[in-house]
Nanobody
Framework: QVQLVESGGGLVQAGGSLRLSCAAS????????MGWFRQAPGKEREFVAT????????YYADSVKGRLTISRDNAKNTVYLQMNSLKPEDTAIYYC????????????????WGQGTQVTVSS
């Protein structure tokens, strides 16, 4: 079975930092693009960042550019999201996902999802 397990979430003050990790198993990790999405209660799941299979390209939501950085280590089957200068509006459950094809911006382009990790940013 394909498994994606997120970790690294927690409670931080505005301006603080966190690093999220997503460990993948059950698939050829290096063959696929990976993405991060987030969802707050009562809101739609929104795109955060994505990285291509070999790490050559990254794309970010405008709201996180310059603050969040996606990276991957194919040898460890892990994708990361380094989050700096966090804001209260970053509060959400963060999910990692695997994409086979389609526009990276849309959640329906992703085939497998983790269960998420909670990030809470206090003001």
């Amino acid at each position: 079975q394909v498994q994606l397990v997120e970790s690294g979430g927690g409670l931080v003050q505005a301006g603080g930092s966190l690093r999220l990790s997503c460990a993948a198993s059950g698939l050829t990790f290096s063959s696929y693009s990976m993405g991060w999405f987030r969802q707050a209660p009562g809101k739609e799941r929104e795109f955060v960042a994505t990285i291509t299979w070999n790490g050559g390209r990254t794309y970010y939501a405008d709201s996180v550019k310059g603050r969040l950085t996606i990276s991957r280590d194919n040898a460890k089957n892990t994708v990361y999201l380094q989050m700096n200068s966090l804001k209260p509006e970053d509060t959400a459950i963060y999910y990692c996902a695997v994409r086979l094809r389609g526009d990276y911006y849309y959640s329906f382009s992703y085939n497998y999802w983790g269960q998420g990790t909670q990030v809470t940013v206090s003001s």
